[in-house]
């Protein structure tokens, strides 16, 4: 509606200084609206790159480093018993916040335990790997919330806004039934052009759809009396 008013009164210009002062307001304004747009879908497609890159991120950790840190554990407590506990593979099913927790302690863990890990044949460059992947996991975190609230004070900004092209657009409306009031066809054209079309209802049905009879015969089952 903001755009097709905007067009209406650039193909129809006026003299008065009002008219262009709040047209170029409504024309600022859908150009904040449209910034704005592109800000949401940016926001979601980086949402949902972060999501796949963060499922990747912890079926590696999952599958590969964190599962070789603990089985490379649990054969180091044949000489430290205390290992069996501290080295515990997370569930799969436990949220982000809690997995990279977890991941994180472990690595901390594995740090503070890698001579006698790597006697127990510990990759040499596993505890680094497992740092890097840690790492993008807080990092894929963090974008997925950023993006979020990006999106939210986007929509917030965008209602705003929205509220802002209508009371502009009034404005106009006032203006222009002014100047057009004896010129009947641009009314109308104006009108048409400021006009939000709704959804349409789709009408109830009068009356209820018709049944079709229950068969009957020797399928139904049913029994007929002798002749």
Same mark, same amino acid.
């Given at each position: ?9 650039r193909?129809?210009?006026?003299a008065? !200084?009002?008219?262009g $002062?709040v ?6 304004? +859908?150009?904040q ?11 979601v497609? $980086?949402?949902g @790159? @972060?999501t796949?890159r963060?499922?990747?991120i912890?079926?590696?950790l999952?599958? #590969? ?5 603990? &089985?490379v554990?649990?054969a180091?407590?044949?000489e430290? !018993? ?6 515990r593979?997370p569930? $799969?099913n436990n949220?982000?916040t809690?997995?990279r927790?977890v991941?994180?302690?472990l690595?901390?863990? #594995? ?15 596993l %505890?680094?790997? *497992?740092?890097?992947?840690v790492?993008? *996991?807080?990092t $894929?975190?963090e974008e ?6 990006r999106h +939210? %004070?986007?929509?917030?900004? *965008? ?7 209508m009371?502009?657009v009034g404005?106009?409306d #006032?203006i ?5 009031a004896?010129?009947p066809?641009?009314?109308? /054209? ?8 709704? &959804? !349409?209802?789709?009408?109830? @049905?009068? @009356?209820?759809p018709?049944?079709p009879p229950?068969?009957?015969?020797p399928e139904? #089952?049913?029994?007929k !009396? /002798?002749?």
């Amino acid at each position: 509606m903001g755009v097709h008013a905007r067009d209406f009164n650039r193909t129809h210009p006026s003299a008065d !200084p009002n008219h262009g $002062s709040v047209l170029a307001e409504l024309e600022e304004t +859908i150009k904040q609206m449209e910034a704005l747009a592109a800000q949401q879908v940016t926001g979601v497609v $980086s949402k949902g @790159s @972060s999501t796949v890159r963060r499922k990747e991120i912890r079926r590696r950790l999952h599958e #590969g480093l964190l599962r070789h840190l603990v &089985t490379v554990a649990e054969a180091a407590a044949d000489e430290q !018993p205390a290992l069996t506990r501290e080295f515990r593979l997370p569930s $799969s099913n436990n949220s982000h916040t809690a997995y990279r927790t977890v991941a994180r302690t472990l690595l901390d863990k #594995g740090v503070a335990n890698r001579e006698l890990l790597l006697r127990h044949s510990l990759g040499e460059t596993l %505890l680094d790997d *497992l740092r890097q992947a840690v790492d993008e *996991l807080d990092t $894929s975190v963090e974008e997925t919330v950023q993006s979020k609230q990006r999106h +939210i %004070l986007a929509r917030s900004e *965008l209602r705003t806004l929205s509220d802002q092209v209508m009371q502009l657009v009034g404005v106009l409306d #006032g203006i222009n039934r002014y100047r057009f009031a004896r010129e009947p066809h641009l009314l109308a /054209a104006w009108d048409r052009a400021k006009h939000v079309v709704g &959804t !349409p209802e789709v009408e109830a @049905s009068a @009356s209820p759809p018709e049944v079709p009879p229950a068969p009957t015969g020797p399928e139904t #089952g049913e029994v007929k !009396p /002798a002749a």
